[in-house]
């Protein structure tokens, strides 16, 4: 089992940055690659940017490439998602994942998520 506890949500104006934080306890953390999704309202949960277990690898949707770093301190069990330009339709509820199997795009490759951290940026 691994526990996942997200923080560092918020609001803040379009054009200006967060830094969320993932917190995992329980197994050995540099044993999953990690992931960030998020979900929209009335919107599907979507991949962010994903990382591998020694974080030598990264992966980003699109639409974030340049503006988002996902990142993991392994000695403080900790993945890092941090968001600069943000824009109003960055607005959603942000989900760290973790997965046993490698870095992926795809939700249900992910066996644990955390409870998710809201962030909404105004026009």
């Known amino acids: 089992q691994v526990q996942l506890v997200e923080s560092g949500g918020g609001l803040v104006q379009s054009g200006g940055s967060l830094r969320l934080s993932c917190a995992a306890s329980?197994?050995?953390?540099?044993?999953?690659?990690m992931g960030w999704f998020r979900q929209a309202p009335g919107k599907e949960r979507e991949f962010v940017a994903a990382i591998t277990r020694n974080g030598l690898r990264t992966d980003y949707v699109d639409s974030v490439k340049g503006r988002f770093t996902i990142s993991r301190d392994n000695a403080k069990n900790t993945v890092y998602l941090q968001i600069d330009s943000l824009k109003p339709e960055d607005t959603a509820v942000y989900y760290c994942a973790a997965s046993v199997d490698g870095i992926s795009r795809i939700t249900y490759q992910y066996e644990y998520w955390g409870q998710g951290t809201q962030v909404t940026v105004s026009s």
């Open positions: 329980g197994r050995t953390f540099s044993g999953y690659a």
